[in-house]
């Protein structure tokens, strides 16, 4: 299950990804209640 969430949001969170290094732990943070 944890792989198959996990390769969803590599497809589609590639830019999240970037965004997250950008905005550091605030970022995270976001990007955790989101697919939580």
Known sequence: KY???DRTMLAGDA?????????GPGA???KQKSYR
């Open 3 to 5: 792989l198959e969430y």
């Open 15 to 23: 830019r999240r990804k970037e965004a997250k290094k950008f905005g």
């Open 28 to 30: 995270r943070r976001r």
